[in-house]
């Protein structure tokens, strides 16, 4: 089971990305100063992708504590 939890790592590590490139997009997009309405494009685009990478997280996270569980 070693390798259920270092592909549970790997998929919450690709989440984590995930989750960093948001934060970094929604930064960048603020210190732009963009006007309300493309700043609101911007948070739009970026929810669904957020979302993916916050699930990858939770399903790596849940596969590392299988593997160590049926260790």
Known sequence: MEILIW???????????????????????????LADSDLRAVLRNVVPVNSAALFLSVIGLMMVVIGILLQ
Do not use: D
Not at 11 to 29: D, E, F, P, R
């Open 7 to 33: 592909m549970g790592a790997s998929v919450s590590l690709a989440g984590l990305a995930g989750l960093v490139w948001c934060i970094v997009k929604v930064w960048k997009a603020r210190k732009a100063g």
